[in-house]
């Protein structure tokens, strides 16, 4: 199972951006897929999540209203929509996997999740 994250960039504080990843090798109908973002020198951080059929979400409290995550079962896909962007929200942005069902309480953890894709950097200037 590959994924290949997309869509980072530059950006100016209050810009939108739109990430994308992309699954192959294996449909995930039934599974996890979300997005994480790390700051060198800090831990990797949930950001959002959507369970693959069921459609249920998930995000982090502090980034409610501003991101949203969208899937595309048929296509083993996720995105990210970020608005109203900030320089704080400048990071690596990870796409991630599960290959089975995690409880709502394990969605934001990184060990809950078998792939990841290779990051796609964001930068938001001020």
């Known amino acids: 199972v590959q994924l290949q994250a997309s869509g980072g960039g530059l950006v100016q504080a209050g810009g939108s951006l739109r990430l994308s990843c992309a699954a192959s090798?294996?449909?995930?109908?039934?599974?996890?897929m979300g997005w994480f973002r790390q700051v060198p020198g800090e831990e990797r951080k949930f950001v959002a999540g959507?369970?693959?059929?069921?459609?249920?979400?998930y995000y982090a409290d502090s980034l409610k209203g501003r991101f949203t995550i969208s899937r595309d079962i048929t296509k083993g896909s996720v995105y990210l929509q970020m608005n109203s962007l900030k320089p704080e929200d400048t990071a690596v942005y990870y796409c991630?996997?599960?290959?089975?069902?995690?409880?709502?309480?394990?969605?934001?953890?990184?060990?809950?999740?078998?792939?990841w894709g290779q990051g796609t950097l964001v930068t938001v200037s001020s």
């Open positions: 090798g294996r449909t995930f109908s039934g599974h996890n």
């Open positions: 959507i369970r693959m059929v069921g459609g249920g979400i």
């Open positions: 991630a996997a599960t290959t089975s069902r995690i409880i709502s309480s394990m969605i934001a953890v990184p060990s809950s999740y078998h792939y």
